[in-house]
């Protein structure tokens, strides 16, 4: 009896995957690809084993560079998926995506944060999460680096603390819900990162080396990590 009202408790997950597509990411940028790609089988198969049931799942891409250098190309950023529903878009989206560029090494991470904390979220059911995972090999630049750029986004945060505000607190909660939301960093001990870590509610930091990759068991710690939230 306990399982069966176990599997009644049904959950609507939104997730943002923030991927460095700099160049320093080519060794490893084809892992993270094909975590994403397994990422819907593998996330169900983990929450099935939790005895929960995930009854809408969509996921979003915002694919980061560096606005100085890369002008255009700095930021790709989609619409949410609906997974199964979408796999096949979804799938060729992730396939497109290629290491390039970058130029210094921090790259505009805070501005793919504000791109992903800005998303339209699932705001309609009870039982929901909106999770933000963040790969990159590399610290970032402070906000508003790149906006010398004409490509560089309008309405933008102005600098760190306006970002932290968009982020929230329980004490003055942000422009995300403050029950639902989750940010993963699978980031290496950079201050940028740190900050956000030391200083947000809500975050698991993973550390990683430039040019390490993804190992098997970072993944399933960010997939349990994902799962538990829920």
Not at 24 to 51: C, E, G, H, W
Not at 55 to 63: D, E, G, S, T, Y
Not at 147 to 166: I, Q, R
Request: hydrophobic share 35%; aromatic share 12%.
């Amino acid at each position: 009896m306990g399982s069966n009202y176990n599997h009644k408790l049904t959950y609507a997950v939104d997730i943002v995957f923030c991927i460095d597509t700099t160049m320093s990411m080519n060794p490893i940028l084809d892992t993270v690809k094909r975590n994403a790609l397994n990422f819907y089988q593998d996330f169900q198969r983990v929450m099935n084993a939790k005895k929960k049931h995930v009854l809408q799942l969509r996921v979003r891409i915002v694919a980061f560079r560096d606005y100085y250098y890369d002008k255009e190309k700095a930021m790709m950023v989609t619409n949410f998926f609906e997974l199964p529903a979408q796999a096949e878009d979804f799938e060729t989206c992730v396939k497109s995506i290629e290491a390039d560029g970058g130029g210094d090494d921090p790259e505009d991470g805070l501005e793919a944060l504000a791109y992903a904390m800005k998303s339209d979220w699932n705001m309609n059911t009870q039982k929901k999460r909106h999770v933000i995972v963040v790969w990159s090999d590399e610290g970032t630049h402070d906000l508003g680096f790149g906006k010398v750029s004409a490509h560089y986004p309008k309405g933008m945060a102005k600098d760190f603390n306006e970002l932290t505000e968009w982020w929230g607190s329980r004490r003055c909660p942000g422009i995300m819900d403050e029950s639902a939301k989750r940010l993963l960093l699978f980031t290496p001990s950079k201050n940028s990162w740190n900050m956000i870590r030391d200083n947000w509610n809500n975050v698991i930091q993973y550390e990683s080396e430039a040019g390490e990759g993804l190992k098997d068991y970072d993944y399933d710690q960010i997939l349990n990590a994902i799962s538990n939230t829920i």
